[in-house]
């Protein structure tokens, strides 16, 4: 497995595979865009790109842009180490891990802004988070000329903002959704899963049991957002600790709010678990 530190160079090894290769089906190439602090999870979106195209790279990239003044940038893990070898264990061609300066020159000031998906759910509570995803995927896009990028669930409303924007540059990739991957008891793997306290890891299965029970009550038969939110209003007013971010039945393509929980709506939520804020959803069926 190659470690690539240049856009060049990752630009280099696309173009070379497909100047030998027989393949024109759009699935020679596969990017996994990440932040590091590479889990099953992040495991579990390069095996699927490894099982869905000829050659996968994988990213590991601290985006500045996508990180609030006060959020946590300078102490997000960095774990490169052990990236590179969870990323060569499950098949990854290379690693691409670029410094700041690589993907963002001095001067630069060209963003990608998806706008008003961009402003909805996290978004919403993180401005300027998504102009920082959407700008960095981009990038990644456009230097791996990939034919197909892969993204968990979990983040479901960056698929829905990538998807449009996509969309929108009609860039040649296919945004490829991954289940999401929990522990045992439910919780939604994330890399900031680290920063949680025994105590607040307990707290956490909140939003997973407000997840269990939007999917039981859709199950049963109720299909009222107004009802099902609530229900989990009260899931979490049973923590009082957590710090509730958002709570929406929403569709997905716009992120917009639905009243009615129709299959391939998204309901999701988010909250604050001591200083760590998570996110957590589900798919309607």
């Not at 996508?66 to 061609?93: H, I, M, S, V």
């Not at 197909?148 to 998807?163: E, N, T, Y």
Request: net charge neutral.
């Amino acid at each position: 497995m190659e470690i690539l530190r240049t856009v060049a160079e990752l630009r280099k090894w696309s173009r070379a595979l497909r100047l030998v290769a027989q393949n024109n089906e759009g699935n020679l190439i596969g990017m996994v865009p990440t932040m590091g602090a590479l889990h099953a999870g992040h495991a579990s979106l390069i095996r699927a790109a490894k099982a869905s195209v000829e050659h996968v790279a994988v990213s590991i990239f601290v985006n500045p842009t996508q990180f609030g003044p006060n959020e946590d940038y300078a102490r997000y893990p960095r774990t490169f180490d052990a990236d590179c070898a969870l990323a060569k264990a499950q098949g990854a061609d290379v690693v691409f891990a670029p410094p700041v300066e690589e993907l963002y020159p001095a001067g630069a000031a060209t963003f990608v802004e998806v706008a008003a998906l961009s402003n909805r759910l996290d978004g919403q509570s993180r401005p300027g988070h998504f102009r920082g995803v959407a700008t960095v995927v981009a990038k990644l896009l456009i230097a791996s000329e990939a034919d197909r990028a892969f993204f968990g669930q979990k983040d479901a409303a960056q698929v829905a903002v990538l998807r449009r924007m996509v969309a929108d540059l009609r860039l040649p990739a296919e945004i490829v959704v991954c289940p999401i991957v929990r522990e045992a008891d439910g919780l939604a793997l994330s890399s900031r899963n680290i920063y949680l306290s025994p105590a607040e890891r307990a707290q956490a299965l909140t939003l997973s049991r407000a997840i269990r029970q939007a999917e039981a009550l859709v199950a049963s038969g109720e299909r009222r957002a107004n009802t099902i939110i609530e229900a989990a209003r009260q899931t979490f007013a049973a923590e009082p600790a957590i710090r509730v971010d958002y709570i929406e039945l929403v569709d997905w393509a716009t992120l917009e709010p639905t009243e009615t929980a129709a299959p391939g709506s998204l309901f999701a939520v988010a909250a604050w678990v001591g200083a760590t804020r998570l996110i957590d959803n589900t798919v309607i069926a």
